[in-house]
């Protein structure tokens, strides 16, 4: 079982902006990696660390952290931010273990 | 460019071994701070990481896994090799492997991935 719990699911309205949220207590020790996963492809890198955004992703994605919660934030959504999004951290045992968040869908309306 | 591509069986049989292996290029495992990983998502699931192997061939396993993972390294071929044993059909799975940057604690970039079905 997941130890990073997730909201199931979120809209946007086209333009708008929506904030993703992580919880788990692992994210008191390690920042949240993000992933972007569209139907059929494998997932993408789109925010990690304290505040850092992979080459070629749109400045639009950013990241946050507070106490036991991480957030990405995409701010003026675009259709095709419409995907699946997770998130990641070490494991709150650390020595290289790693856990993933429950998922968030993310529907651009 | 650093890519990765997984490749191993579509079908396995319950109480089989699986052995999967991720074939990358663009790096070297052999290179201080490059690690591997394998990650799983049943379908319509969430992912779940399930081992890790370092340039110093460390490995690390998910808990609740360890007694059936087995992962390896070969870098002359630039090839890791996850093997999982005693398969059900909650195993079956879209297999991803990916590469992990000691210290930064993110996964990319991720194989394309395989799928696994385990039935009779």
């Known amino acids: 079982s997941s130890e990073l719990t997730q909201d199931p699911a979120v809209s946007v309205a086209l333009g708008q902006t929506v904030r993703i949220t992580c919880q788990g207590d692992?994210?008191?020790?390690?920042?949240a990696s993000w992933y972007q996963q569209k139907p059929g492809q494998a997932p993408l890198l789109v925010f990690y660390?304290?505040?850092k955004r992979p080459s070629g992703i749109p400045d639009r994605f950013s990241g946050s952290s507070s106490g036991n919660t991480a957030s990405l934030t995409i701010t003026g959504a675009q259709a095709e931010d419409e995907a699946d999004y997770y998130c990641?951290?070490?494991?709150?045992?650390?020595?290289?273990?790693?856990?993933f968040g429950t998922g968030t869908k993310v529907t651009v309306i | 460019q650093v890519t990765l591509r997984e490749s191993g069986p579509a079908l396995v049989k319950p109480t089989q071994t699986l052995t999967l292996t991720c074939t990358f290029s663009g790096f070297s495992l052999s290179t201080s701070g490059m690690c591997v990983s394998w990650i799983r998502q049943p379908p319509g699931k969430a992912l779940e990481w399930l081992a890790l192997i370092d340039w110093d061939d460390d490995k690390y396993y998910n808990t609740s896994l360890k007694t059936r993972l087995t992962i390896s390294k070969d870098t002359s071929k630039n090839q890791v090799v996850l093997t999982m044993t005693n398969l059900d059909p909650v195993d079956t799975a879209t297999y991803y492997c990916a590469r992990m940057t000691y210290g930064s604690g993110s996964f990319d970039p991720w194989g394309q991935g395989t799928l696994v079905t385990v039935s009779s």
């Open positions: 990641n951290s070490r494991h709150i045992s650390g020595n290289h273990h790693y856990v």
């Open positions: 692992s994210l008191r020790s390690y920042y």
């Open positions: 660390g304290k505040d």
